[in-house]
């Protein structure tokens, strides 16, 4: 059985940086789509960023430039490096195996939603 499990999130001040881990079990991340996703309080659930098996990426448009995708394929996760964050970065954050990586940073996701880590922009 498969499972995908975030970690990482946490308060940080408006203009910082945090990573987010996205470890796999089950498979390898090197064989797959990966993608990252967020849901804001009262909000749809919008994909963030992806990657697909060759190592393309692609991004929302209101992240390209803040936010960075990768994986290591020793330590089976996929990470979301995300810099000069704002208040609209608050959400919670979560990761799915994608069936492709399309140019808006989604796809259609396998499987169900994890707990998902929250994020939170503040002063």
């Known amino acids: 059985q498969w499972q995908l499990v975030e970690s990482g999130g946490g308060l940080v001040q408006p203009g910082g940086s945090l990573r987010l881990s996205c470890t796999a079990s089950?498979?390898?991340?090197?064989?797959?789509?990966i993608g990252w996703f967020r849901q804001a309080p009262g909000k749809e659930r919008e994909g963030v960023s992806c990657?697909?098996?060759?190592?393309?990426?692609n991004y929302a448009h209101n992240v390209k430039g803040r936010f960075t995708i990768s994986k290591d394929n020793a330590e089976n996760t996929v990470y979301l490096q995300m810099s000069s964050l704002k208040p609209d970065d608050t959400a919670v954050y979560y990761c799915?195996?994608?069936?492709?990586?399309?140019?808006?940073?989604?796809?259609?996701?396998?499987?169900?939603w994890g707990q998902g880590t929250q994020v939170t922009v503040s002063s």
């Open positions: 089950g498979f390898g991340v090197d064989y797959i789509a």
């Open positions: 799915a195996r994608i069936s492709s990586c399309g140019p808006t940073g989604s796809g259609n996701v396998f499987g169900s």
């Open positions: 990657m697909n098996i060759y190592g393309t990426t």
